[in-house]
């Protein structure tokens, strides 16, 4: 296998963040645990909102874990590929937003 930047068995040395910041590595901790608990939305739910959000922000580690635990609640690879497919459109219509303020700062500049 090629070696790539990304190495996947770091995926698993995650926890040992805290080493290096005791204090806020178990706050972020907690906080995630808390934030992945069924409430309004199923644990389900969240681990496709965190399939789409792990695209956006092109974290690869969370791509792998949220694909493998999307799979383990059921989620299909339709609903995975459609979660990403909303994720990707509101990425490029955020990028496509701002080329208002360009067009304001063009026509602002050239008059």
């Known amino acids: 296998m090629s070696k790539t930047y990304y190495d996947p068995a770091d995926l698993r040395k995650f926890g040992k963040i805290t080493e290096w910041s005791e204090e806020l590595g178990n706050k972020f901790f907690d906080y995630y645990g808390k934030v992945f608990e ?8 969240k681990s496709l909102i965190a399939l789409a959000v792990s695209h956006v922000v092109k974290c690869p580690y969370c791509i792998d874990a949220y694909t493998k635990d999307g799979l383990q609640r059921g989620i299909t690879k339709e609903e995975m590929m459609e979660a990403v497919h909303a994720g990707a459109a509101i990425e490029s219509g955020a990028t496509l937003v701002h080329g208002v303020q360009m067009m304001n700062k063009y026509d602002k500049l050239s008059m």
Do not use: Y
């Not at 069924?38 to 739910?45: K, N, Q, Y």
């Open 38 to 45: 069924e409430g309004a939305l199923t644990a389900r739910e």
